[in-house]
């Protein structure tokens, strides 16, 4: 049997293929796809211990062929060196060839597909852009190890599309007719198949104390099992929209220009990415941004009557989520509550951040009693020099000192905040110069950095070039993979012939 195949439609599909292949599986059968075909449709499958992918096109066939297991990297390297617009796919007798490229089959099976209950089960559609929905919200799934592993997937329920990681919020609403709710998994194979702009629908069923799911959207079905838990009640901690004081806007230009600005922003976990917003009296027109580690910003935007010196800390991580879903105005109490963005796909609620306000003012306040105590002490002159230790006298001004006086001797510390002049004493010994033949600890050290910095350069040189050479050795080896390939093919040709 011999059908011709759209090369473009196929390999597009090896990537979110390719999601749930283990390269380093020691059973072979876990390293492979599956390829069967019937009723004019071709199945490709790939899976994993927890999920399963499957993609299907269409094709017209003489007869059906059970599944086969061929090696997914030599698959792979069959679609994408294709020379031509089209595939030549053949089966013959347990035996693919893509192209002429034979693949022998691999031993082993993949589990048969999970049955869906014809009662049990429950259907609901899906909007078309569901899988925009899911790429907007991808980001702010918690992706870490938490107790709240249902904090780990996006809430498909009534309301829409939601997904936090419990410190920031979105919600998309979508006209989804369910009643209930289920929390599907990270689903990062089902963004790999950019299938944007599909219609499609999710089937759940009951098997034991799991949820199970198959998700269509368009030529992909997606088999896996939903994350256990109730989902939060997020509606709570949505504000009223009635209840926002303060909002700033800005156009889609400038929203473009504040999202390179993020971008460049290093990060720094120490002050959790920090980007503090205000409005400066100099230019009342611009929103002004300062990232943790001092870098400046400013944007040409529009306030409410109410903004004045209100400033407000948010992770540039919520920013940027907030651009990327299309929102251009940002809406809240105070410095203190929620950040809600509008104005695009949805809604987004985050908390800003105050440890650091705080702590930044409990530090100022405690700098302003310090002041305040220094400048109530009282003026104490310095101690004059001994008669017998100088030969001048020392030109002194009046310095701030804390004096505290012991039982055998009085010590003046002269406060280092107050810049004070005092003129040189005459030397009347000569100095110690004891150690000025020793070596410097310092020159030992830049010795020494010197040193390594040599030793790394040699070493990575030397990396480049055994790179260079496993390169080179990998193209050879396949060169000779090929030709034993090729020649292969043509000693199976002369036999079929002679046999004939």
């Not at 014809?118 to 907007?136: F, G, H, I, K």
């Not at 959790?272 to 300062?290: F, G, I, M, S, T």
Request: negative net charge.
């Amino acid at each position: 049997m011999e059908l011709t195949l759209n090369k473009t439609e196929l390999a597009g599909a090896l990537p979110a293929l390719g999601k749930l292949v283990s390269r380093t599986a020691p059973l072979e059968a876990n390293r492979a796809v599956e390829i069967t075909g019937f009723a004019n449709t071709l199945h490709f499958r790939t899976r994993n211990i927890v999920e399963e992918i499957e993609f299907t096109m269409f094709a017209e066939m003489d007869e059906d062929f059970p599944a086969t297991l061929v090696n997914f990297e030599q698959f792979r390297l069959a679609v994408r060196n294709g020379k031509n617009k089209s595939l030549k796919f053949e089966y013959d007798c347990g035996e693919i060839f893509f192209d002429d490229v034979m693949m022998a089959p691999v031993k082993g099976h993949f589990p048969l597909k999970e049955r869906i209950p014809e009662q049990d089960a429950t259907v609901t559609e899906l909007p078309a852009d569901t899988l925009s929905a899911l790429s907007l919200l991808a980001p702010l799934v918690d992706k870490c190890t938490t107790p709240r592993r249902v904090l780990c997937g996006i809430n498909i329920s009534g309301d829409g599309f939601t997904a936090t990681d419990g410190k920031e919020l979105s919600n998309i609403p979508a006209q989804i007719e369910t009643t209930g709710s289920i929390t599907i998994p990270f689903p990062l194979t089902l963004l790999a198949t950019k299938a944007f702009g599909e219609t499609g629908k999710i089937t759940t069923w009951q098997k034991d104390e799991d949820t199970h799911f198959e998700l269509l959207l368009g030529n992909w079905t997606w088999r896996a099992k939903a994350i256990r838990g109730n989902y939060p009640d997020w509606k709570r901690v949505v504000p009223e929209r009635t209840e926002a004081t303060h909002y700033v806007s800005f156009q889609d230009d400038r929203a473009e220009r504040l999202m390179r600005y993020l971008k460049s922003i290093p990060d720094d976990k120490e002050h959790n990415n920090a980007v503090k917003l205000c409005r400066l009296p100099e230019v009342p027109d611009n929103l002004h941004l300062e990232s943790s580690n001092g870098m400046l910003f400013s944007i040409l935007a529009e306030f409410d009557d109410n903004w004045d010196d209100l400033s407000l800390a948010v992770r540039k991580e919520v920013l940027l989520h907030l651009l990327n879903a299309g929102h251009r105005k940002i809406e809240l109490n105070d410095a203190c509550g929620p950040v809600v963005g509008t104005g695009g796909t949805g809604q987004n609620i985050a908390m800003p951040i105050i440890t650091k306000t705080r702590q930044a003012q409990s530090e100022q306040n405690a700098e302003q009693t310090t002041s305040e105590q220094t400048d109530t002490q009282p003026v104490v002159q310095p101690e004059q020099p001994a008669p017998e230790a100088t030969e001048q006298k020392a030109e002194t001004t009046t310095t701030n000192t804390n004096t505290t006086t012991s039982s055998k001797e009085n010590t003046t510390m002269i406060d280092t905040n107050t810049i004070h002049t005092v003129s040189a004493p005459v030397q009347t010994s000569a100095p110690n110069y004891e150690h000025e033949n020793e070596p410097s600890m310092l020159d030992d050290l830049t010795a020494s950095i010197e040193e390594l910095k040599s030793k790394l350069v040699l070493l990575s040189d030397e990396s480049v070039s055994i790179s260079r050479k496993l390169r080179k050795f990998a193209i050879a080896q396949r060169q000779k993979d090929r030709e034993y390939r090729q020649a292969k093919r043509a000693l199976n040709r002369v036999h079929v012939v002679s046999a004939a």
